[in-house]
C-alpha cells in the first residue's frame, strides 16, 4: 500500500504563490491515478487537479484552471501542486490523493474513487 505525504502549505498574500509537495512511499505503480483536492472550513471536500501518475492527460477544476499546475517527479516520487494568483477563496487544507484503480481522468474529479490519502497542508491566503 502507498503512503502520502504533503508539505509546502503556508500563509501567503493574495496574488503570491505556493507550491504544494506530496511524497508517495510504499508500493508505488505506474498505474496510479493521482490528484489533489482542499477542504476549506466548514465546507465540503472538493477536487482540484488529477492526472495519471504515468503522464497523460491531466484534470483541472474550473476554479484553478490556468492558476494551478499538476506535475509529477518520478525519480523522485512526489507530486507537486504549483499554485500562483492565489486568492484569498484557495484557502483550505489540501489533500494529495492515490487510487491503483483504472479510474477515467474524468471521472477523478469524485473523491470516493481514491482510496490513499495524506493528513493534508494548510494553505491561508490573506487578502
Known amino acids: 500500500q502507498v503512503q502520502l505525504v504533503e508539505s509546502g502549505g503556508g500563509l501567503v498574500q493574495a496574488g503570491g504563490s505556493l507550491r504544494l509537495s506530496c511524497v508517495a512511499s510504499?508500493?508505488?505503480?505506474?498505474?496510479?491515478?493521482v490528484g489533489w483536492f482542499r477542504q476549506a472550513p466548514g465546507k465540503e471536500r472538493e477536487f482540484v487537479a488529477a492526472f495519471p501518475w504515468s503522464g497523460g492527460s491531466t484534470y483541472y477544476a474550473d476554479s484553478v484552471k490556468g492558476r494551478f499546475t499538476i506535475s509529477r517527479d518520478n525519480a523522485k516520487n512526489t507530486m507537486y501542486l504549483q499554485m500562483n494568483s492565489l486568492k484569498p477563496e484557495d484557502t483550505a487544507v489540501y489533500y494529495c490523493?492515490?487510487?491503483?484503480?483504472?479510474?477515467?481522468?474524468?471521472?477523478?474529479?469524485?473523491?470516493?474513487?481514491?482510496?490513499?490519502w495524506g493528513q493534508g497542508t494548510l494553505v491561508t491566503v490573506s487578502s
Open positions: 490523493a492515490a487510487t491503483s484503480a483504472p479510474v477515467p481522468v474524468n471521472l477523478l474529479s469524485n473523491d470516493r474513487y481514491f482510496d490513499v
Open positions: 510504499g508500493r508505488t505503480r505506474s498505474n496510479y491515478r
